[in-house]
């Protein structure tokens, strides 16, 4: 389940560039640049007619998916996000970022290391801005952290990361639309390998639309991108 309070980003880096929030957004005659918080900004935290709430107890909330939870616009409505956050210690909150450089802005006084429901997942989509966010990433108090390589613009090495600290999961996957830019298998496999040798969880989560294998390039629809890299057999843990 999604919990998007605030829709629209700025776009910062690569990995921006064909964004499917803007996509969608264009589609349906909408400023994606535009931020604005969202009539479900209190979905971790309403009721239902029932009584209890309306997100159950072991839910994973998937946090900001068509924003960026640290976007410098979102700073006067992110206490009141974390406020419900730490009100929900029965579900698991999933938060996707580029930003992990503003993950202090605005962090709850008793965060401490971490707190235990909360995941943080950093986007790595190249060489480039892995050894830009990770040093930062490694510095930050977080419990659970994961790094997401999607889209995968070209060959990355984590091995330097993955050698300093325990994560929990490596996450590949190309970039989907029209518009998609490459991704070739020999570079999901050379991640697959570095997060084998460091015993760290692998998950290849999609092919993207241009995909390249054994010198062959596939243009795989969206229907097939998650099923066709779960057919790869890549995934670990």
């Known amino acids: 389940m999604q919990w998007n309070p605030w829709h629209g980003c700025r776009k910062i880096s690569p990995g921006c560039q064909n964004c499917y929030v803007y996509r969608r957004d264009t589609s349906v005659g909408r400023d994606a640049s535009q931020v ?3 009539a ?4 971790p935290v309403r009721c239902a007619r029932g009584g209890g709430y309306k997100v159950p107890a072991g839910e994973t909330l998937y946090t900001c998916f068509t924003s960026d939870f640290f ?9 009141q996000a974390w406020e419900m956050i730490r009100q929900r210690p029965d579900v698991h909150f999933l938060m996707i970022t580029k930003r992990i450089d503003r993950f202090l802005a605005g962090l709850p006084t ?13 986007t790595c989509e190249n060489q480039d801005r892995a050894d830009a966010r990770l040093p930062v990433f490694l510095n930050m108090p ?19 990361y993955l050698n300093k600290a325990r994560f929990e999961q490596v996450v590949a996957g190309g970039e989907s639309g029209m518009q998609a830019r490459l991704c070739r298998f020999e570079w999901v496999l050379a991640l697959h390998a570095q997060c084998a040798k460091t015993d760290t969880p692998f998950y290849f989560k999609q092919t993207g639309a241009r995909f390249e294998k054994d010198g062959k ?19 670990l843990g």
């Open 40 to 43: 479900a900004f209190d979905l």
């Open 36 to 38: 604005s918080r969202n």
């Open 71 to 79: 976007l410098e616009q979102a700073d006067p409505w992110r206490p």
């Open 142 to 160: 977080i419990a659970h952290r994961i790094i997401v390589c999607e889209p995968l613009l070209e060959a990355i090495d984590l091995s330097t």
């Open 217 to 235: 390039l596939y243009r795989i629809a969206r229907r097939d991108q998650f099923d066709q890299a779960r057919k790869a057999g890549l995934n």
């Open 110 to 122: 008793d965060w401490g290391r971490g707190w235990a429901h909360v995941t943080v997942g950093c």
